[in-house]
């Protein structure tokens, strides 16, 4: 069985200030796969960023870097330059060796206010 | 632009009624994916589907059902609707190879009465 444990519930940063979501995961395939996904105020999912569990980099888009530590089982999402539009909920999700086949399990969440 | 679409954003049912939620999609993904998100639990997986015809519990299957006719469409079925099952549905598809990121529909926020 997988699961995704995010421990922060809610979380207050400064507008400009870099944030840091926490994610840990666990897991018995070899092969998995790591996600962040952003639900604005407005419901909608919104796929942030992916990282594969042999990718060798931790993968970036943008503003949003994943930092994966296998080791330790985490996969924190950075934030750098906070805007006041990153204010949402953050989910942390995997999948398993199943590929696009397979459902996410998903993390309860963690909810990002950025102040002005 | 892969686009999810659900049948309705907010719906209001009586218990005891058989649902149907509706999702199409207009990407020719293979996999289609029911969840349903409540406060505090995150999303949870409902049922979810590889194939036309085929279907795959998920981690919370009891008191629904699927249905998957055709490629692009994909239905939740609640047989008998119960307070319990109010709560925000999301409907997802992907491609099995070349990506595996899953693209999520507006949702459908039940209320069972």
């Known amino acids: 069985a997988q699961k995704i444990t995010q421990t922060q519930p809610g979380m207050f940063v400064q507008e400009k200030e870099a944030v840091t979501l926490d994610c840990t995961y666990d897991?018995?395939?070899?092969?998995?796969?790591l996600f962040w996904y952003k639900q604005p105020s407005s419901g909608e999912m919104i796929f942030l960023i992916y990282?594969?569990?042999?990718?060798?980099q931790n993968a970036t888009e943008g503003r949003y870097s994943l930092n994966f530590q296998k080791a330790r089982k985490s996969a924190n999402l950075v934030i750098s330059a906070s805007q006041l539009g990153d204010s949402a909920m953050y989910f942390c999700?995997?999948?398993?060796?199943?590929?696009?086949?397979?459902?996410?399990?998903f993390g309860k969440g963690t909810h990002l206010i950025i102040q002005p | 632009d892969v686009k999810v679409t659900q049948s309705s954003r907010y719906l209001v049912k009586r218990t005891g009624e058989k649902v149907f939620l509706e999702c199409v999609q207009d990407?020719?993904?293979?996999?289609m994916f029911w969840y349903r998100q409540d406060p505090g639990l995150g999303l949870r997986l409902i049922y979810f589907?590889?194939?036309?015809?085929?279907?795959e519990k998920g981690d919370i299957p009891e008191g629904y059902s699927v249905s998957r006719e055709k490629k692009e469409r994909f239905s939740l079925i609640l047989e008998s609707a119960s307070t319990n099952q109010t709560s925000m549905y999301l409907c997802?598809?992907?491609?099995?190879?070349?990506?595996?990121?899953?693209?999520f529909g507006p949702g459908t926020r039940l209320t069972v009465t």
């Open positions: 997802a598809s992907s491609l099995t190879y070349g990506g595996y990121e899953q693209y």
């Open positions: 589907s590889y194939d036309v015809k085929m279907k």
């Open positions: 990407m020719d993904h293979e996999n």
């Open positions: 999700a995997m999948r398993g060796s199943g590929g696009g086949a397979d459902g996410l399990t």
């Open positions: 897991t018995s395939d070899p092969s998995y796969g």
């Open positions: 990282q594969g569990s042999y990718d060798q």
